[in-house]
């Protein structure tokens, strides 16, 4: 067979972090001035090498170049086109180095002068941050910074095919803001396509046949401006010497069809694991000669593909177009963890079922292997018996799935009926009755659960997870430091008082260790942002609580005081949110799965004498698609799920929740419809402003908007929280005003904390003389 016939594999970017977190210790390292930036290049070089070879292994045709990045791949871009901040520039001249991007990122940088972070958001509906470009209305843009060049060069010097991948001018501008003043970003494009050009053509000299340029925005509803920004660039951009390879991830473009199979590009990519019913459309109207790379491996999750039902999914597409066909992950691997064969200690029965970023590749090599043969039937018999191997295997491990399955947790589930979802009665009612209960004060003071984890409480955890010390001495420890939490909270005369999770090292890691279905490994981080990463749970079964996590604790804070201590625990939506999900059932099922065993969790709480139990639900807004139209399904499950582990409660008992943040406008309709008795939210840097969608929704149950804003130091004023207080109560009727922090303390030192609180109680104090 020719090669130019072949199915080629492709890869659109591979994680940088390395798979001890290699890159994240020098930049730390770095930063602390503890090793050179030559060696902090070094570490990057190597691991950069060691990426390219896997891949190479694999079969990877042509090499992602520029999915490295310090920190973040859009500011490794924005220092590219010079868009850099006034603020952060080296004073003395007009080049723009490592040190410039560190001081977007972090405020400082071993060299040049202190100046504030640029912004941090969340790329698209990824747990991945990036930091977002600051343009102005007279924006210029030149190439001012060489490493995707430099990079090129490496991966020549080793024998490699490079292919850059960049995002593209379209999703960079839509990404950006505008600062200075209030312009359209779109007015900067023309000028933004010719350094894109610029680039490309630089690529070009240096041998580049083909660059990726991803246009993730494709994914969403876009206005007409917008979608004519796509056509103009990539009709600009067809007049340089290079293929563009335009990719799209993390949903389906079919609804930008025919603005998209029309443009002038060499190639598409397209995401068929969150979207597999594009393929046909997109494959029929495909340009002759036009390439299609079929994004088949989830790039974004943790679990070995069916590849034989990919193989057969895909078949006659790589049959008809031969030639024309590349298979990849989804998107870019950044969003998976390294390498599996690191992890030594999971069960075997659960290893075989996963698969992270190196595994990946393999996999698209056995699926290239399934795909030729099948082209191919004469094919000799080792390649046959190589196939009947993958085969093989790709059974096993389904029937293993299925035989797993926990029969009585399925059947839970589908025993469920309207009436598990509902609380006995309405709010207006439930509210009279526990206010009888609690005859809790005009604005009752509390806080969102987590109070200062210092490192006396890390120490200690560390050495109990060592086996340093023993269990019993561990909690002992933990007693106290729960017992003086308590008295300071007295003290500081706060009526809902929490036990302040001193036991917790996270919110949903807490609580997957106690769950039946979920597993953690050793070295499965994917970065977040910069250098922190993440470790989320495996969700590998199915989920059920098999004795209670937090009762003993919170019975424990309880015992020591007459005033109602709050039970705390993580909400369904976010614990599913945070963790890598199993694929084999629908989310919307995991999460009522995790829902009933919260619920238990909140009946044992409730039982135990624990009358205010609050659902933390920090990512409920995270979820939302990424296309308004397919907003209110995930909300309704969402909520759902939410439903389901409150409501197995009596009309006694009072149900909190908490979200960190407060746009709710788009939302608030399902945030009622959540029904939790108390909402605290996170209103103090807004000012409240975000508290109008609530007053406009005329919303009915109790909130406890924030009027400390724990991400700073600093302490708030007594005249601060009143004139906060005051603004919520403009809004809201005042009796159904809580008021709290704007989240957990667990971040912060006693000593910041408790002037805060102190103001906090002090401030309701003289509103309850004046309301
Ligand atoms: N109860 C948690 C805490 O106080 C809530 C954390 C969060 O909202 N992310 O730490
Ligand atoms: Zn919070």
Not at 32 to 49: D, T
Not at 204 to 212: L, R
Not at 268 to 276: E, F, R
């Amino acid at each position: 067979m020719q090669t130019s016939q072949a199915i080629q594999i492709a890869n659109l970017g591979f994680p940088r972090i390395g798979r001890q977190r290699e890159l994240k210790f020098a930049q730390e390292k770095y930063w602390r001035g503890e090793i050179s930036q030559a060696e902090l290049k070094q570490v990057a070089k190597e691991l950069r090498r060691t990426h390219w070879e896997w891949q190479a292994q694999a079969g990877v045709s042509l090499l992602p170049v520029g999915d490295f990045a310090f920190y973040d791949q859009v500011l490794a871009l924005s220092a590219t086109l010079n868009a850099i901040p006034e603020r952060h520039r080296n004073q003395d001249d007009a080049n723009v180095d490592l040190d410039t991007l560190f001081r977007v990122a972090r405020g400082r940088a071993p060299s040049g002068k202190d100046a504030p972070a640029g912004e941090m958001t969340k790329y698209f509906n990824t747990n991945y941050h990036y930091i977002v470009p600051e343009l102005t209305v007279d924006q210029e843009f030149s190439v001012a910074y060489e490493q995707f060049f430099d990079e090129v060069e490496e991966a020549k010097a080793l024998g490699h095919a490079a292919k850059p991948v960049l995002l593209g001018p379209v999703s960079y501008l839509f990404l950006s803001k505008a600062v200075g003043s209030d312009f359209d970003k779109l007015s900067l494009l023309p000028k933004l396509i010719k350094t894109y050009a610029d680039i490309l053509a630089r690529f070009s000299d240096q041998g580049v046949e083909w660059v990726q340029l991803e246009e993730p925005i494709l994914a969403l509803e876009l206005d007409a401006d917008w979608q004519t920004a796509i056509a103009t660039s990539y009709d600009t951009l067809k007049d340089t010497q290079i293929k563009v390879l335009l990719a799209s991830y993390y949903g389906t473009i079919a609804h930008h069809q025919a603005l998209v199979s029309a443009l002038p590009v060499a190639g598409l990519h397209l995401d068929l694991v969150t979207a597999p019913e594009q393929l046909a459309l997109f494959a029929e109207n495909l340009q002759p000669e036009q390439v299609i790379s079929l994004g088949v491996i989830n790039g974004r999750n943790v679990w070995a593909a069916d590849i034989d039902l990919i193989a057969e999914r895909i078949a006659s597409v790589a049959n008809d177009l031969k030639g024309r066909v590349w298979i990849a992950p989804s998107c870019s691997l950044l969003h998976s963890p390294v390498d599996l064969d690191v992890e030594t200690e999971l069960a075997p029965a659960l290893k075989q079922q996963l698969s992270f970023a190196k595994q990946k590749l393999s996999e698209l090599t056995q699926l290239k292997a399934l795909l030729t043969h099948s082209q191919n039937q004469s094919a000799d018999s080792p390649a046959k018996a190589e196939v009947d191997a993958i085969l093989v295997t790709c059974v096993a491990r389904r029937d293993a799935r299925e035989a797993a399955a926990d029969k009585q947790v399925i059947d839970r589930v589908a025993a469920l009926n309207s009436d598990d979802y509902e609380r006995d009665t309405k709010f207006a009612n439930r509210q009279t009755i526990q206010q009888q209960k609690y005859q809790l004060p005009l604005l009752p003071t509390t806080t969102i659960g987590s109070f200062p984890q210092t490192p006396a409480i890390r120490g200690l955890r560390s050495r109990w997870r060592k086996e340093e010390i023993t269990e019993e001495f561990y909690n002992d420890q933990l007693r106290q430091v729960t017992r003086d939490t308590i008295e300071r909270q007295l003290k500081l005369g706060i009526d809902v008082l929490v036990h302040g999770e001193a036991e917790r090292n996270d919110m949903v890691e807490y609580f997957g260790e106690q769950l039946q279905g979920f597993a953690f490994t050793k070295f499965g981080w994917v970065q977040s942002y910069g250098s922190r990463c993440v470790k989320p749970p495996l969700i590998y079964g199915d989920v059920s609580r098999p004795t209670p996590m937090t009762v003993e604790w919170a019975e424990y804070a309880q015992s020591l005081t007459d005033k109602p201590v709050k039970g705390m625990l993580t909400g369904p939506v976010t614990i599913l949110h945070w963790s890598f999900a199993r694929e084999d059932i629908s989310r919307e099922e995991i999460a009522t799965q995790i829902g009933l065993a919260i619920r238990d969790e909140v009946v044992d709480l409730q039982n135990a004498g624990i009358g205010i139990i609050q659902i933390d639900e920090p990512a409920f807004r995270e979820g939302l698609p990424l296309k308004k139209s397919d907003w209110d399904a995930y909300l309704k499950w969402a909520v759902d799920a939410f439903k389901l582990s409150a409501a197995g409660v009596t009309d006694e008992t009072q149900i909190h929740t908490h979200m960190c943040y407060s746009e709710f406008n788009e939302t608030i309709a399902a945030i009622a419809a959540m029904d939790a008795d108390v909402i605290t939210i996170e209103t103090s840097r807004s000012r409240m402003e975000l508290l109008t969608a609530f007053e406009d929704f005329e919303y009915p149950n109790e909130i406890g908007p924030g009027v400390y804003d724990i991400h700073t130091p600093n302490t708030p004023t007594v005249d601060e929280i009143v004139e906060l207080i005051e603004k919520a109560a403009d809004k809201i009727a005042v009796r159904q005003l809580w008021v709290n922090p704007d989240c957990g303390l667990k971040t912060r030192t006693w000593d910041e904390v408790e002037p805060a609180l102190k103001n906090l109680v002090q401030a309701t104090k003289v509103l309850r003389r004046r309301l």
